[in-house]
């Protein structure tokens, strides 16, 4: 609902703020009294084509206007937010504000924060429409014709769109296939070159690092080998030899001394004996000594190209993985991939059969589904036609008539909402043909067709209305048409069929201005260096003053005041 709209300098208004109310509410005042100003600065706030003469003659800066909203807290208008990343409080009010510069270039704002006058007609189009003598907004818009019809028929697009799914899913899953396919000949042969590949390498989990943990240890086991072998050489038949030799020759040399009187217990058969002693201890270790490293040599005895085995399978599985451009734990993965790819590939022409064939039930699924919900909007359209045949002779259109056109669309622009183009179309008189509302009505007749549509609609309910205008809905008609053009409008407003919007009308019709909850009046006053347009909400007593004007011109009498009276009981 909008509950507010500033204006500053704005064509004759230099600073107006408007709070407005529920219901139906009228703005009346002279011809020229620059009624139509307040119709353009909302327009401006809400993303209209706005030019340099909406700029008021005179003012020091630009013209700028601020409409203020306040929403229900599930509002589409807080999905489109979402959508382009503005931030806003559910529980706040929605300010839109829009700067025109003298020059025409304009700047946008939503709850202050710069943005696009295209996010500015797009949130426009989701909070108010606009039905008038020159243009008609959102109604009558040939897009909103489907969804306005599926609201008043309670028609269900769930089983459509749940069809649509399934088909669409079922198209993707033959269509892959298919490509796979297609490349299946060049794929095959790349595939079995690399699998074969890898089944004669044959990659095992975990081999890589036992492979550098062999290499290693069985590198350092060949230098070990080497120094071994020296500490062999070293204690060899040579050396056991000399210490054998040297026993011999000091055993020879205790026997001569003692052979020649040399006393026993002599200090040098002492010192004689300890040398043999330490000989033969010496030539014992030697031997113990040369048997350990024997013992050691034949504990690192391997086969003689187990470390150049070792290197060629790791360089090997390397190299492999360079090549698939992959780690080399990842190799045995990669193997089964190929294997399963493979096996894809030439199961390839039986799963597309079967793909196709669901893809074919799912179109029948879809196609009859939406046959199915064309019946319902046929039934629909029906039903809003003579809805809306019912509204238009009280309005002085006895002679139109209107059809809901629901037409096939091609099978490639189906989509979740089915196979249909719904179009509200008119033909004005008796065997004239049928066309698009805004094409053929004229300026009042629109406005009127508007109205009639409208009621119709709103009748079904269908949840929270927008700001509705009706911009001098009632031109050229009067007496009993004008009282029910009031009677649709204030039945628009006041929710008593279980629907309920805010309206504006710009009218010069005391009947319709007599049911209106609130009434503006719109004047004009100046001197010969300017002019400004003033709005006055009125009181219940100015309200009966007005009305008598528009019923009696410029002298208010009392049969008119009274006939004013009458018309607003």
């Known amino acids: 609902m909008l509950i507010g709209l500033s204006i500053r300098d704005v064509v004759l208004i230099e600073s107006l703020d408007l709070a407005i109310g529920e219901g139906l509410t009228a703005l009346t005042g002279e011809t020229g009294a620059g009624k139509s100003i307040i119709l353009d600065a909302l327009g401006l706030a809400t993303g209209a084509r706005a030019d340099a003469g909406l700029v008021r003659r005179g003012a020091t800066g630009h013209a700028s206007a601020t409409a203020i909203f306040a929403l229900p807290a599930d509002h589409p208008a807080f999905a489109y937010l979402d959508e382009k990343g503005l931030d806003y409080g559910r529980d706040e009010d929605l300010v839109l504000r829009r700067q025109l510069s003298p020059d025409g270039r304009s700047r946008a704002f939503v709850n202050d924060q710069a943005t696009s006058v295209g996010v500015l007609k797009d949130l426009g189009g989701l909070l108010l429409e606009v039905h008038g003598q020159h243009e008609t907004v959102g109604l009558l818009d040939p897009k909103t014709h489907r969804g306005l019809l599926d609201a008043f028929g309670s028609v269900s697009i769930s089983a459509v769109a749940s069809a649509w799914s399934g088909w669409r899913a079922a198209r993707e899953k033959a269509e892959g296939l298919r490509d796979l396919a297609g490349r299946a000949a060049a794929e095959t042969e790349e595939l079995t070159l690399r699998l074969s590949e890898l089944d004669r390498l044959d990659p095992r989990e975990g081999e890589e690092t036992s492979l550098a943990e062999e290499r290693a240890l069985l590198s350092s086991a060949e230098k070990a080998i080497i120094d071994i072998a020296s500490a062999q050489d070293c204690l060899g038949g040579d050396f056991s030899g000399k210490l054998a030799q040297a026993y011999r020759a000091l055993e020879r040399a205790r026997e001569r001394a003692l052979q020649a009187g040399a006393p026993a217990e002599g200090s040098a058969m002492t010192r004689l004996q300890a040398a043999c002693e330490a000989v033969d201890r010496a030539l014992v270790e030697a031997q113990e000594a040369s048997a350990a490293i024997d013992a050691v040599a034949e504990s690192f005895e391997f086969e003689p190209d187990r470390l150049e085995k070792a290197e060629e399978r790791l360089f090997a599985l390397r190299g492999m993985a360079r090549k698939l451009n992959v780690l080399v734990e990842d190799l045995p993965a990669k193997r089964a991939e ?55 002779a009280p309005l002085k259109l006895e002679k139109a008539r209107f059809r809901v056109a629901v037409e096939a669309l091609p099978e490639d622009r189906a989509g979740p909402t089915g196979l249909d183009r719904v179009a509200f179309e008119i033909s004005t008189n ?115 003053e007005e009305i008598a004007r528009m019923l009696s011109g410029a002298e208010v009498t009392e049969a008119a005041r009274a006939a004013a009276r009458a018309l607003m009981v």
Do not use: C
Not at 343 to 367: F, P, V
Not at 475 to 490: F, P, T, Y
């Open 430 to 544: 008796p065997g004239a043909p049928f066309g698009p509302m805004e094409a053929i009505a004229s300026g009042g007749e629109l406005a009127r067709f508007a109205l009639a549509l409208k009621a119709a609609l709103a009748a079904r309910g269908g949840g929270p209305q927008p700001l509705m205008i009706f911009d001098e809905v009632d031109q050229g008609v009067g007496g009993a048409v004008a009282d029910a053009v009031g009677l649709r409008l204030k039945r628009l407003a006041d929710g008593s069929n279980g629907y309920g919007a805010q309206v504006l009308v710009v009218t010069h019709s005391a009947q319709v201005a007599a049911r209106g909850d609130a009434h503006w009046r719109i004047s004009k006053s100046g001197d010969d260096t300017s002019t400004r347009t003033k709005v006055e909400p009125l009181t219940p007593a100015q309200r009966e």
């Open 338 to 392: 190929f294997a399963t790819r493979l096996q894809a590939i030439e199961t390839s022409e039986e799963a597309l059969k079967a793909a196709d064939h669901e893809a074919a039930e799912a179109r029948e699924a879809y196609l009859y589904a939406a046959e199915a919900l064309s019946a319902e909007r046929r039934a629909a359209g029906d039903a809003l036609a003579k809805a809306v045949e019912a509204e238009l």
